[in-house]
């Protein structure tokens, strides 16, 4: 597929809104994001026209809404072999998604959580990528109150639902691991089937 050049992202956006249709969504819990390259770099951005070609590193951002709840899920995948220098972003992005989920319990300081966030980037030499905090809520839209920034000065409690929302700008791309999570006493229960694999497609 993808080495055909006629492979833009607004046709795969296509497909993704054909899929969750087909298994009951009732909309599309968000935007989707099918985007690559330069694109990925902005926290927020749209599908378009452009080819999607070898090498490319594709952000998914892909979303149904079902019984009025509109969790979303959110991985990378590179059209081919990622670089060393993709890997390297790919996978602390990764790291920083699993040091989020071990912090996740009723009873954490919100806040707190994101200092900690905030310090794993810089003490690992990615001061200059960090955009936003490890989480936001999800519900009723799927980015919505409360967020989770060094200012929170809410406690976690059971049954907040919280989209585990990690994020990195690299030099000329940028990655995004995220998932749906409901807190719970002594942690937290996923919305979602596991993320985490590296997904290199078409070698």
């Known amino acids: 597929m993808f080495q055909n050049k006629s492979v833009l992202s607004l046709p795969m956006v296509g497909i993704a809104q054909r899929v969750i249709y ?7 819990g968000l935007p989707m994001y ?6 990925t770099r902005h ?3 749209r599908p378009g026209y452009n080819i999607i070609g070898k090498g490319d590193l594709v952000q998914l951002n892909l979303s149904a809404k079902v019984d009025g709840y509109s969790p979303s899920i959110g991985i990378p995948v590179c059209v081919g072999k990622l670089t060393d220098e993709k890997r390297r972003y790919v996978e602390f992005c990764l790291e ?3 040091w989020t989920e071990r912090q996740l319990k009723a009873g954490v300081l919100a806040a707190e959580i994101a200092k900690g966030f905030y310090k794993l980037y810089c003490e690992n030499g990615y001061k200059n990528s960090f955009v936003y905090g490890p989480c936001h809520g999800t519900g009723m839209i799927e980015v919505e109150a409360p967020w989770m920034e060094t200012t929170s000065d809410y406690i976690l409690k059971p049954d907040m639902t919280f989209q585990v929302d990690t994020f990195i700008s690299g030099p000329s791309f940028g990655i995004r691991w ?12 996923s919305l979602s089937d596991p993320i985490g694999e590296i997904y290199e497609i078409g070698e």
Request: glycine letters at 10%; a negative charge; aromatic letters at 10%.
């Open 96 to 98: 920083a998604h699993r």
């Open 178 to 189: 995220e998932k749906g999570i409901v807190i719970t006493k002594d942690g937290f229960e």
């Open 43 to 45: 926290a927020i951005s």
């Open 22 to 28: 087909e298994n009951g969504a009732e909309y599309e």
């Open 34 to 39: 099918v985007f690559s390259e330069k694109s």
